[in-house]
């Protein structure tokens, strides 16, 4: 079982940055994908949630509006497409699939640091 994260770095407050996330070893499309970040000190914190199918999305308040979360199954792969990035979304970024109580796969996480 791989979850991957990519597409993270340094970007300058306002910007964009896309995420990804390869899945490998479990049935993906028939999980939930979501994706967390965890800023220093803080605890991790859901960002953004893919039903299963891609039909349902959730989003936390403070990205709504300038994140976009989105999934390829044909691909395994997750996104997250993060538009006029704040120095507040610093933070590492992880991937999450869930599939039922006892399919609960984290990746190892990618750091986005916006800051001029």
């Known amino acids: 079982v791989q979850l991957v994260e990519s597409g993270g770095g340094l970007v300058q407050p306002g910007g964009s940055l896309r995420l990804s996330c390869a899945a490998s070893?479990?049935?993906?499309?028939?999980?939930?994908m979501n994706w967390y970040r965890q800023a220093p000190g803080k605890e991790r914190e859901l960002v953004a949630a893919?039903?299963?199918?891609?039909?349902?999305?959730n989003y936390a308040d403070s990205v709504k509006g300038r994140f976009t979360i989105s999934r390829d199954d044909a691909k395994n792969t997750v996104y997250l497409q993060m538009n006029i990035l704040k120095p507040e979304d610093t933070a590492v970024y992880f991937c999450?699939?869930?599939?039922?109580?006892?399919?609960?796969?984290w990746g190892q996480g990618t750091q986005v640091t916006v800051s001029s």
């Open positions: 893919i039903s299963s199918g891609g039909g349902s999305t």
């Open positions: 070893g479990f049935p993906f499309s028939n999980c939930f």
């Open positions: 999450n699939a869930v599939g039922g109580p006892f399919l609960n796969y």
